[in-house]
Nanobody, 126 residues
Framework: QVQLVESGGGVVQAGGSLRLSCAAS????????LAWFRQAPGKEREFVALITTSGANTYYADSVKGRFTISRDNAKNSAYLQMNSLKPEDTAVYYC???????????????????WGQGTQVTVSS
């Protein structure tokens, strides 16, 4: 059974930092992209960042580029999201996701991800 468990969310003031962690278990292979998505109240789930299998390539939404950094440790089956210079508009539930398969082009659509964590709340106060 595949499980993704996020941790590290919380309440932080604008300009502050948080580091999210995602621990994966049950995946038969680490050869797939890992990603972070987020969903604010009343909004659709949106792509935040992804990292390819080897960790050599990363992709970010324009809204977080330069402030967030995604990383992974395949030996620990884990992914991380370092979030700096947080803004109130970053407030959302953040989800870790693992791609269904290893895609030739790293996907940013939610439909490409078959495994999801339960989410962790990030609240940024102004």
């Amino acid at each position: 059974q595949v499980q993704l468990v996020e941790s590290g969310g919380g309440v932080v003031q604008a300009g502050g930092s948080l580091r999210l962690s995602c621990a994966a278990s049950g995946l038969t292979s680490s050869s797939r992209a890992l990603a972070w998505f987020r969903q604010a109240p009343g909004k659709e789930r949106e792509f935040v960042a992804l990292i390819t299998t080897s960790g050599a390539n990363t992709y970010y939404a324009d809204s977080v580029k330069g402030r967030f950094t995604i990383s992974r440790d395949n030996a620990k089956n884990s992914a991380y999201l370092q979030m700096n210079s947080l803004k109130p508009e970053d407030t959302a539930v953040y989800y870790c996701a693992a791609a269904r398969v290893e895609y030739a082009i790293p996907p940013t659509l939610t439909s490409a991800y078959g495994y999801w964590g339960q989410g962790t709340q990030v609240t940024v106060s102004s």
